[in-house]
């Protein structure tokens, strides 16, 4: 299994709103495509003063790194990336940390 995890350094004008939109854009993306098993998202909520302004995340499992290169080309994934997710971050691509691995099972 392979663990894709995201974290994103939203603007500070992008309303909860529009966060939660996005956060529920990327779970109906796992629901159509083979090979996404699961999605968990949220804000932010340690008390180490280490986020260097990273204010939410995503951690996204799929079946291999195959699935997630499936994922990664999708039309509808790259239209909502593109036209949603980066206009909503702080400095567009800048504000984005993608960490992926291999999860032994």
Same mark, same amino acid.
């Given at each position: 299994m392979?663990?894709?995890?995201?974290?994103?350094q939203?603007a500070?004008?992008?309303?909860?709103e529009?966060?939660n939109?996005?956060?529920s854009g990327?779970g109906?993306?796992?629901a159509?495509?083979?090979?996404?098993?699961?999605?968990?998202?949220?804000p932010?909520?340690s008390?180490?003063p280490?986020d260097k $302004?990273?204010?939410?995340?995503? +951690?996204? =499992?799929? &079946?291999?790194?195959?699935?997630?290169?499936?994922?990664?080309?999708?039309?509808?994934?790259?239209?909502?990336a593109?036209?949603t997710?980066i206009?909503?971050l702080?400095s $567009?691509?800048?504000?984005?940390v +993608?960490? =992926?691995? &291999?999860?032994a099972?």
């Amino acid at each position: 299994m392979l663990r894709h995890v995201v974290l994103f350094q939203f603007a500070a004008s992008t309303s909860r709103e529009t966060i939660n939109e996005i956060f529920s854009g990327f779970g109906a993306l796992v629901a159509k495509l083979p090979g996404a098993i699961r999605i968990t998202s949220g804000p932010n909520v340690s008390p180490e003063p280490l986020d260097k $302004g990273f204010t939410h995340g995503f +951690v996204m =499992d799929f &079946e291999s790194a195959a699935a997630r290169d499936a994922y990664l080309a999708h039309h509808e994934h790259v239209s909502f990336a593109e036209g949603t997710v980066i206009p909503a971050l702080k400095s $567009g691509r800048d504000s984005i940390v +993608v960490f =992926d691995y &291999e999860v032994a099972e």
